[in-house]
């Protein structure tokens, strides 16, 4: 099993900045992918972005430029750097873990941390 725990979230002002966290554990070695998804009220869940187990990055469009995905090593959190936050930015921010085993993917959530970015 996997437990994934988000932490950072907060309240800051547009324009201004916050890390996340995302720390896993449980029996992770073969956890493929990780990375971070956002709902705002009354919208679909949407990727943010995600990291592979080899460090590669991706991120949606909208959030090229302003987010960043990192990890200081592959057994580290995983952190979302969020600067530039503009109000349309307030979500809930969900960890996910992906992973392969015997041919089959699973996958894993977070209990969501609430970023809340003010005029």
């Known amino acids: 099993q996997v437990r994934l725990v988000e932490s950072g979230g907060g309240s800051v002002q547009a324009g201004g900045s916050l890390r996340l966290s995302c720390a896993a554990s449980g029996f992770i070695f073969s956890i493929n992918t990780m990375g971070w998804y956002r709902q705002a009220p009354g919208k679909q869940r949407e990727l943010v972005g995600a990291?592979?187990?080899?460090?590669?990055?991706n991120y949606a469009d909208s959030m090229k430029g302003r987010f960043t995905i990192s990890r200081d090593n592959a057994r580290s959190p995983v952190y979302l750097q969020m600067n530039s936050l503009k109000p349309e930015d307030t979500a809930v921010y969900y960890c996910?873990?992906?992973?392969?085993?015997?041919?089959?993917?699973?996958?894993?959530w977070g209990q969501g941390t609430q970023v809340t970015v003010s005029t």
């Open positions: 990291i592979t187990s080899g460090g590669s990055t």
């Open positions: 996910y873990a992906a992973e392969t085993r015997r041919g089959l993917k699973y996958d894993y």
